[in-house]
């Protein structure tokens, strides 16, 4: 899941995480639970934690495109548990969901050599993949939020 040895506290870094529902339960259609999720996402890029470039929130899994922020004083690893963690308790809180996300996350560290425009694509595509619209912009959780550092 994660590269051995790879520093998760770089601020250089641009990272392609997906991070699944519990038990891949499709949790997220609940429109309530997308918002927080979405909310939660904005809330950590206005608190200067992540640079958010896009993300979508699929029913049972969330891809996200993302570097941690210069302010931000913690790595990847520890960004994803606290951002799991609140998340979570809100659910809980609000619609009585013991579990929100899985354990692990899976990381994709985006190589010098990579096109940020491809992995963007594919991140808010996504539903268009799975035919639930026709096009990205039609889904309601799937969002560009900042200008891909090309």
Same mark, same amino acid.
């Given at each position: !899941?994660h @590269? $051995?040895?790879?520093?998760?506290?770089? %601020?250089?870094? *641009?990272?392609?995480?997906?991070?699944?529902?519990?038990?891949?339960?499709p949790?997220?259609?609940?429109?309530?639970i997308?918002?927080?999720?979405?909310?939660?996402?904005?809330l950590?890029?206005?608190?200067y934690?992540?640079?958010?470039?896009?993300?979508?929130?699929?029913?049972?899994?969330?891809? !996200?495109? @993302? $570097?941690?922020?210069?302010g931000?004083? %913690?790595?990847? *690893?520890?960004?994803?548990?606290?951002?799991?963690?609140?998340?979570?308790?809100?659910?809980?809180?609000s619609?009585?969901i013991?579990?929100?996300?899985?354990?692990?996350?899976?990381?994709?560290?985006?190589?010098?050599?990579?096109s940020?425009?491809?992995?963007?694509?594919?991140?808010?595509?996504?539903?268009v993949?799975?035919?639930?619209?026709?096009?990205? %912009?039609?889904?309601?959780y799937?969002?560009?939020?900042?200008?891909?550092?090309?």
């Open positions: !899941m @590269l $051995s040895g790879f520093d998760y506290t770089g %601020k250089s870094q *641009i990272y392609f995480l997906t991070l699944c529902s519990a038990d891949n339960k949790l997220f259609m609940d429109p309530g997308a918002g927080l999720i979405a909310n939660e996402l904005e950590r890029r206005n608190r934690e992540i640079i958010l470039f896009c993300f979508c929130i699929m029913p049972d899994h969330l891809h !996200m495109l @993302l $570097s941690l922020d210069q931000y004083s %913690k790595n990847l *690893i520890k960004w994803v548990s606290a951002f799991k963690r609140y998340s979570a308790r809100a659910a809980k809180k619609w009585g013991e579990q929100l996300w899985q354990k692990n996350f899976y990381d994709h560290v985006i190589r010098r050599d990579e940020l425009i491809k992995v963007a694509e594919y991140i808010v595509n996504n539903p993949r799975k035919g639930m619209v026709r096009e990205w %912009k039609e889904y309601p799937s969002r560009i939020a900042n200008p891909l550092p090309l």
